[in-house]
Each structure stands twice: as C-alpha cells, then as structure tokens.
C-alpha cells in the first residue's frame, strides 16, 4: 500500500505565502511523476504543478510565475511553494504521486487533500 500525507494548507492573506508538503510512504519501488491539483467550485480537480522525476515542471497559467514545485526524491516528498496568494488561490489541494510498488503494480495515487483559504 502508498499512502500520501499533505501538511502546511492554512489561512493566509492575500499577498502572502505557504509552503504544502506531501509526503509519500509504503511499499514503493519508484515514483515518476508527482504533482498538485486543486478542487475548484465546480468540484473539478485541476491540475496546478507537475513534476517528472528528471525535474522537469510545468504550471497552469493562473500560476506561472507565484508557484514553484519542487522533490526530494530521496524522502519521496513533493513540496509547493505558493507566493503572491490570491483570492481565487483558495481550495483544497491534493497531491498525486505516479507510483512503482515493490510488487511491481503501478498506479497513481491521492493525498487526503489540504485545505487553503486566501483572504482579503
């Protein structure tokens, strides 16, 4: 089994910072990609930042330029560095890890999410 933890969603005003982490554990052999997604009004999750394993990135638009992703792949973790908060930044954020098991089954695998909450 894989399990991702989230830690660092909050409350902050606009203008200011937050630094998410998520943190993959279990039975893994190897992780590709990972990436941050946020749920929007509609309760669609959209994709945020992606990062492959050789470190490449991409943003969506709305975020270029205020969010940086980054790894550790030796502590399986993927961090999201969030500056310049808007108020339309404010969701639940959820991580997601594309996984190798030990046993060799591959999948793709959620955090339980982190809320953000930008105010005025």
């Known amino acids: 089994q894989v399990q991702l933890v989230e830690s660092g969603g909050g409350l902050v005003q606009t203008g200011g910072s937050l630094r998410l982490s998520c943190a993959a554990s279990g039975s893994i052999f190897s992780i590709s990609a990972m990436g941050w997604y946020r749920q929007t009004p509609e309760n669609q999750r959209v994709l945020v930042a992606h990062?492959?394993?050789?470190?490449?990135?991409n943003y969506s638009d709305s975020v270029k330029g205020r969010f940086t992703i980054s790894r550790d792949n030796a502590k399986n973790t993927v961090y999201l560095q969030m500056n310049s908060l808007k108020l339309e930044d404010t969701a639940v954020y959820y991580c997601?890890?594309?996984?190798?098991?030990?046993?060799?089954?591959?999948?793709?695998?959620w955090g339980q999410g982190t809320q953000v909450t930008v105010s005025s």
């Open positions: 997601a890890a594309a996984v190798t098991t030990r046993g060799g089954g591959k999948g793709d695998y």
């Open positions: 990062i492959t394993s050789g470190d490449r990135t």
